[in-house]
């Protein structure tokens, strides 16, 4: 099977100036036997960006929006998997459609309270923790 994972991350959140402090999204996909398998390879690579890049610098939340599952990617006509439509400054809430289609089209509002990621009123769930001190990673299991 084919997974695709949207996530949204929180970096340097122990930094004092805002500017100093990031957030932001990112999308990985894998080829998994099962969604366990594409959750520990998606963590194993978020690690590896951890250790390796500065990507995921300081302290830092990883929170998995979606999980898609396909057996196969479209091949006669493309397939929107995400669409965000953000009104005015960046601090406000943006709409996003996740896979529209004339059938449905999944749209959420999403939001940040208190630094945390929110999606129609509700708090997401925290896929992934690093702490900003530790030289190596200090990490919390997928949820």
């Not at 978020?46 to 250790?51: G, K, L, P």
């Not at 302290?59 to 998995?64: A, D, R, T």
């Not at 709409?95 to 059938?103: E, F, G, K, L, R």
Request: hydrophobic residues 40%; contains cysteine; charged residues 25%.
């Amino acid at each position: 099977m084919k997974f695709i994972g949207i996530f949204v991350h929180l970096t340097n959140q122990e930094q004092p100036s805002e500017e100093n402090r990031r957030h932001g999204e990112f999308v990985l996909m894998v080829d998994a036997e099962s969604p366990e398998q594409a959750l520990r390879m998606f963590r194993d690579r978020i690690v590896e960006f951890r250790e390796n890049s500065q990507f995921f610098d300081g302290l830092c939340k990883i929170f998995l929006l979606q999980l898609f599952e396909f057996d196969d990617f479209p091949k006669a006509r493309a397939m929107m998997l995400n669409y965000k439509s953000i009104a005015g400054d960046p601090l406000m809430p943006f709409i996003n459609c996740v896979a529209p289609s004339d059938q449905e089209d999944w749209c959420s509002i999403h939001d940040w309270r208190n630094n945390w990621p929110n999606v129609d009123g509700q708090l997401e769930k925290l896929f992934l923790e690093f702490k900003a001190q530790l030289p190596g990673p200090d990490m919390d299991a997928p949820r």
